[in-house]
């Protein structure tokens, strides 16, 4: 651990809804300048899942992104309440998303989604033992589900087809520990 070598001046509170909030500090950086730096806070934790079955096949969801003007595919995702268990969230968020549940959870990944802006924590789990039913997804969430091979995956993380970074960290983590027969 490093001292802190920013020092904070004063707070204000900018915009805030359910989900964020959005903060701007007046701040002395490294250097000794005085400066601003805005913080967007997360009122939920992201969770992630990689649903795996017994032939290594995976599920993932389709979904335009209005943020990017963009469709993207990514793995099933989405937020958790902070007082509640993060594998509660995702045990939720798979089964709304996907109609999967799975008996057998292990914790992945924990990752800070874009440090650089914002203080969100994602924590991800492999998901496996899998049942199927219905997809229950939000109102607002126009979602496709698609089943292909984990390995196929792997592909269009690197070919760029997946850009959403919490998946992509989560698809390549799974994939090295698979490599190393720990999945």
Same mark, same amino acid.
């Given at each position: 651990?490093?001292?802190?070598?920013?020092?904070?001046? #004063?707070?204000?509170?900018?915009?805030?809804? =359910?989900?964020?909030?959005?903060?701007?500090?007046?701040?002395?950086? =490294? #250097?000794?300048?005085?400066?601003?730096? !805005?913080?967007?806070?997360?009122?939920?934790?992201?969770?992630?899942?990689? =649903?795996?079955?017994?032939?290594?096949?995976?599920?993932?969801?389709?979904?335009?992104?209005?943020?990017?003007?963009?469709? &993207?595919?990514?793995?099933?995702? !989405? !937020?958790?309440?902070?007082?509640?268990?993060?594998?509660? &969230?995702?045990?939720?968020?798979?089964?709304?998303? /996907?109609?999967?549940?799975?008996?057998?959870? /292990?914790?992945?990944?924990?990752?800070?989604? &874009?440090?650089? +802006? /914002?203080?969100?924590?994602?924590?991800?789990?492999?998901?496996?033992?899998? #049942?199927?039913?219905?997809?229950? =997804?939000?109102?607002?969430?126009?979602?496709? +589900?698609?089943?292909?091979?984990?390995?196929?995956?792997?592909?269009?993380?690197?070919?760029?087809?997946?850009?959403?970074?919490?998946?992509?960290? #989560?698809?390549?983590?799974?994939?090295?520990?698979?490599?190393?027969?720990?999945?």
């Amino acid at each position: 651990m490093t001292k802190n070598p920013w020092r904070t001046i #004063s707070q204000k509170h900018i915009y805030e809804n =359910p989900w964020i909030k959005v903060i701007e500090n007046q701040v002395i950086n =490294p #250097s000794g300048g005085a400066g601003i730096y !805005g913080v967007v806070h997360f009122k939920h934790l992201a969770v992630g899942i990689i =649903p795996l079955d017994e032939h290594y096949n995976t599920w993932i969801v389709g979904q335009y992104r209005y943020t990017l003007n963009a469709y &993207s595919w990514e793995i099933p995702e !989405g !937020g958790g309440k902070l007082d509640v268990a993060p594998l509660e &969230s995702a045990k939720r968020e798979l089964l709304e998303e /996907t109609g999967i549940r799975a008996e057998k959870w /292990t914790k992945l990944l924990e990752t800070h989604t &874009s440090n650089s +802006v /914002t203080d969100e924590l994602g924590i991800t789990f492999i998901a496996q033992n899998l #049942s199927f039913g219905e997809a229950m =997804p939000d109102d607002t969430e126009d979602l496709k +589900v698609r089943k292909l091979p984990f390995a196929e995956l792997v592909e269009m993380v690197m070919r760029g087809e997946i850009t959403d970074g919490f998946a992509m960290s #989560s698809i390549l983590k799974a994939k090295i520990l698979m490599d190393r027969g720990e999945i």
